[in-house]
């Protein structure tokens, strides 16, 4: 009895450890801002409501892991993962003009130079990022996590002043010492903790009508 206890046991803990390890990113754990448009990346053909969600992983270019792209079937899921710099500029094209007033004022990079007319855009996961000139572009390209970091931070300590809500969009606990910053297409959004942040992720304009409720 003993004996097929532990078989039993051994069975189940191997389960798990397979399923964690095969386990893929879901629709809500992308990482930067969630894709814009509703076209395909592919055809360019209007998303429905059998779109396919994914997030990017284990691609040639690690810049694209972590980002959320949606397509209007399997077969130009496929057809992007297989080549990405096929679609890539004109979905970038396409997320620049959909892009929400720029939050920031100057350079990410170069943090004294103001923006201008003459800033350059560069999309990274989903979010578009303003910098003064060509070379901050290419610092910003050698590792953009690092700025998509110091992005959020400025963003937080920008907007947390005058953040009113004081509760969490998705549990309406009071926001405590715990509380979680998220920043979504240019804005703060603040949860009761790590729990609530991929329900907010995975509908941002839902979360921003609560905090803008609280005004």
């Known amino acids: 009895m003993r004996q ?31 894709y814009p448009l509703d076209t395909c990346a592919v055809s360019g053909e209007k998303l429905g409501a ?8 284990g691609m040639k270019d690690k810049n694209l892991d972590g980002t959320q792209v949606k397509f209007c ?12 710099s096929k679609y890539l500029e004109k979905v970038d094209a396409a997320i620049v003009k959909a892009a929400p ?7 990410l990079v170069m943090g004294d130079e103001k923006l201008d007319d003459s800033a350059k855009t560069v999309v990274y996961q989903n979010r ?9 572009v290419a610092r910003f390209s050698k ?18 002043p005058t953040y009113k809500a004081t ?8 926001l405590g010492e715990g509380a979680v910053d998220i920043v979504l297409n240019g804005r703060l959004v603040r949860a009761c903790c790590k729990g609530c942040v991929d329900p907010i992720k995975a509908d ?5 009508a609560k905090v803008d409720a609280a005004k």
């Open 128 to 136: 578009v990022y303003k910098l003064c000139c060509k070379k901050c």
């Open 50 to 57: 059998d779109a396919v969600t994914t997030v990017l992983s």
């Open 73 to 84: 079937c399997a077969k130009c899921e496929a057809s992007f993962k297989a080549d990405p």
């Open 167 to 174: 509760t969490c969009p998705i549990s309406g606990k009071p």
């Open 4 to 34: 097929r206890f532990l078989i039993a046991l051994a069975s189940l803990a191997a389960l798990a450890g397979a399923a964690m390890t095969a386990a893929p990113r879901t629709a809500d754990t992308y990482s930067g801002d969630p």
């Open 143 to 160: 590792d953009p996590a690092k700025y998509a970091k110091e992005y959020e931070a400025a963003i937080i300590a920008k907007q947390k």
């Open 204 to 208: 941002p304009a839902a979360a921003f």
């Open 101 to 107: 007033t720029y939050p920031m004022e100057n350079c």
